[in-house]
């Protein structure tokens, strides 16, 4: 059994929208992501999300509404719900979702991640 320490794993990268596995566990992955901007509207149809904020707050725009999470609160985006990160500033966060999961759901493109790596 190895812990893991948040600050040290978002240390070790810089770039956003690229979500890094630091966790498995009954066939779901805890990544780690930073993120700045506007991500892409995007569904996942057979995959539950749980965003928690480790650090900032971003907004979860759905279609209907949009949903601000603070720094320490999560999230969870039900499957088949139309979704978009956006954030204002930085924000990191720790994604806990099965490990078939492609992080732009059904709009596979230039930030699809197939394959996150491992930290």
């Known amino acids: 059994m190895d812990k893991v320490n948040l600050a ?3 240390a070790l ?15 779901q992955q805890v990544k780690l992501v930073k993120f700045q901007g506007e ?3 995007h569904t996942h ?5 749980l965003f928690l904020v480790a650090r ?3 907004r979860m725009d759905l279609r209907d509404c949009p949903i601000w999470v603070e720094e320490g609160e999560f999230l969870i985006v039900p ?25 732009t759901g059904d709009q596979a493109g230039e930030r699809t991640v197939e394959q996150p790596e491992r930290l």
């Open 45 to 49: 149809d057979a995959e539950d999300e």
């Open 79 to 103: 499957r088949g719900v139309e979704h978009r990160p956006v954030a204002e500033s930085e924000v990191h966060l720790l994604l806990f979702e099965p490990a078939t999961t492609v992080n």
């Open 39 to 41: 991500f892409i509207w």
């Open 56 to 58: 900032g707050r971003f």
């Open 13 to 27: 990268f810089a770039d956003y929208w690229h979500p890094r596995i630091v966790g498995e566990l009954n066939g």
């Open 8 to 10: 040290a794993k978002f």
